[in-house]
Nanobody
Framework: QVQFVESGGGLVQPGGSLRLSCEAS????????MGWYRQAPGKERELVAD????????TYRDSVKGRFTILRENAKNTVYLQMTSLKPEDTAVYYC????????WGQGTQVTVSS
């Protein structure tokens, strides 16, 4: 059974940092490009960043470039999202998933940026 378990969210002040983790199971993790997505209240879910199977290539949406870094450890079946200089508009539930497979979504992890 394919499963993604996200963790690491929380409440942080503007300008703060968080590191999200997502552990995958039930797949050959190292074979897939992985993505971090987010969904803010009342908005569509959007792709934030993705990373190639080897970790050698990454892409980011414009609004997070220079602030977020996506990383992966294939030996641990885990993908990370390091977030710095957080802004209130980054508030959302964050999810991970393979980018080219319509997997079921995990429970996500809530990130709230507020003073």
């Amino acid at each position: 059974q394919v499963q993604f378990v996200e963790s690491g969210g929380g409440l942080v002040q503007p300008g703060g940092s968080l590191r999200l983790s997502c552990e995958a199971s039930g797949i050959k993790f190292s074979a897939y490009t992985m993505g971090w997505y987010r969904q803010a209240p009342g908005k569509e879910r959007e792709l934030v960043a993705d990373i190639s199977s080897s970790g050698g290539a990454t892409t980011y949406r414009d609004s997070v470039k220079g602030r977020f870094t996506i990383l992966r450890e294939n030996a641990k079946n885990t993908v990370y999202l390091q977030m710095t200089s957080l802004k209130p508009e980054d508030t959302a539930v964050y999810y991970c998933r393979r980018t080219n497979i319509r997997d079921a979504w995990g429970q996500g992890t809530q990130v709230t940026v507020s003073s």
